[in-house]
């Protein structure tokens, strides 16, 4: 399919080559096949279950490792970029059951104090504001406009807004309550910090939102720096314009806006492959990966930063007593509870080996028989809890690039404006983009997962703050939870 002079400029303009172009239209009129599955990854069949003793061990050897400051590199990246869009869907019309709820359950939500500010702002009375909600559409209306749109430019803006700023917890003893982002820098504190007091992080995201990141860091990152008697190194980075995806129509023709210029989508998260083997190339050993959305208030922090320490522990004892010939990784996996997402599973390639890999249920083709059968089966769900390794055994970083595979892409339905097309993601981040890495999974606890897909999750149980457990919680909280000890 031939491009014009302009398609060649615009797509010069983000560093995509006329070669990938052709080599992604090639994907729409060729799919790769699915993904074959041969069983469930299980306890003792690809799932590793670590009993108490075991645990402190691997917990010793990555604390002492990290006090050595020298000995690794550890940083901790979290994905950011993604929009709270979804957390709040459905909450448009004042009339709608979510909306009505949201509005009954204010007082129990943390950004109660921020909503009543920006009502402040915006010239209203949040108070009187919801005495009337109930009856005044008008008023229900407001309040809604308050939190999820700019209402004047007072309002929180939270719909447009990404998860890494929306306040998730409250704490009595703080000025305002925390964002999903300072949970991440209080939890990094409490098992990265090394013999100098730095603790590294990464974030990935979106150039909009980037200097917000910024002004949280340096107003209240630095005074958890100062509670916490830590110094945050903290990096953040950006999808890279030229792993944009193009979109087809229907009949795989190249789609195109009404300007004539082609349309180009990102390509999923599995493009942050790129960030993740810049990480290693600027100097990062050890990645601790995990969602931007999956963090809980202090009390029940340490259960996860145990098992954080121990997956570390475990990666390390690894490379050291094997060598690895490509980049390693070890991947903490939940009981399966219902959770939508991939899961780990034993997956036979073309050639006919097999290795473990994470898939997500849009790589399998559920119409193939016994496919159906073997998700059915599956144990464990996958809470994105990795901690890898990026250097070879001389210390070089790998290039990640070799260990991808190109065929474990996502084809799907979409629509611009109205008109339908077909969009191409690239190999997920922790499926087809990590598919050559040699791959440990470990079963951890399904308290270690507590993801805020919508709103409404901030009023579970595990995202109430509650007073901070005593010295020693680890230990206790940690043998309580141990897999098999329940």
Not at 107 to 134: I, K, M, T, V
């Amino acid at each position: 399919m031939s491009l014009t002079s302009r398609d060649r400029e615009q797509l010069r303009a983000l560093g995509i080559a006329e070669e990938e172009v052709q080599r992604q239209l090639a994907l729409f009129e060729s799919p790769p096949p699915p993904v074959r599955l041969d069983r469930p990854a299980t306890v003792g069949d690809g799932i590793v279950r670590l009993d108490e003793d075991r645990q402190e061990e691997l917990v010793a050897l990555f604390e002492s490792a990290r006090q050595r400051g020298s000995a690794i590199q550890a940083t901790k990246m979290v994905p950011a970029s993604g929009a709270a869009t979804r957390m709040f869907r459905g909450m448009e019309n004042p009339e709608g059951e979510d909306a009505r709820r949201l509005l009954d359950r204010l007082d129990d939500f943390p950004f109660l104090e921020d909503l009543d500010a920006a009502a402040q702002r915006a010239g209203h009375d949040l108070r009187s504001l919801r005495a009337r909600a109930r009856e005044d559409s008008h008023a229900a209306q407001t309040i809604l406009d308050l939190l999820l749109g700019g209402g004047g430019k007072a309002g929180l803006g939270y719909s447009e807004l990404p998860k890494g700023l929306i306040a998730f917890h409250r704490y009595p003893d703080e000025r305002g309550a925390r964002t999903a982002f300072e949970e991440h820098l209080v939890e990094a504190a409490e098992h990265l910090r090394d013999a100098d007091g730095r603790c590294r992080l990464h974030f990935t995201v979106s150039p909009a939102h980037e200097a917000r990141f910024c002004e949280l860091l340096a107003t209240r990152g630095r005074e958890l720096e100062r509670r916490l008697g830590v110094r945050f190194e903290v990096g953040f980075s950006h999808q890279d314009p030229s792993t944009d995806t193009i979109a087809v129509t229907p009949d795989n023709q190249l789609f195109r806006q009404d300007d004539g210029s082609l349309l180009l989508r990102p390509g999923g998260h599995g493009a942050l492959i790129e960030n993740l083997d810049a990480l290693g190339r600027a100097g990062a050993d050890v990645v601790l990966l995990k969602n931007i959305d999956n963090v809980v208030p202090d009390s029940r922090k340490p259960l996860g930063i145990h098992w954080k320490k121990v997956l570390g522990g475990l990666l390390l004892e690894l490379r050291e007593r094997r060598a690895p010939d490509r980049p390693l990784r070890v991947c903490g996996m939940v009981r399966n509870q219902g959770e939508p997402g991939g899961g780990p599973f034993w997956v036979r390639s073309p050639e006919g080996g097999l290795s473990l890999q994470i898939v997500e249920l849009s790589q399998i083709d559920h119409d193939v028989p016994g496919q159906r059968d073997i998700v059915a089966e599956a144990t464990h769900f996958n809470p994105v809890d990795l901690v890898c390794s990026l250097r070879d055994p001389n210390g070089e970083p790998w290039d990640l690039h070799d260990f991808l595979d190109p065929a474990t892409v996502f084809i799907a339905a979409k629509s611009h404006q109205g008109r339908r097309l077909k969009a191409l993601e690239r190999p997920g981040l922790w499926n087809g983009a990590m598919a050559g890495w040699e791959t440990v999974f470990v079963e951890v606890p399904l308290a270690t997962f507590a993801p805020v897909k919508t709103v409404f999750d901030l009023l579970r149980p595990e995202h109430q703050t509650l007073p901070q457990m005593p010295k020693g919680g680890v230990r206790k909280q940690s043998r309580a939870r141990a897999p098999g000890k329940e």
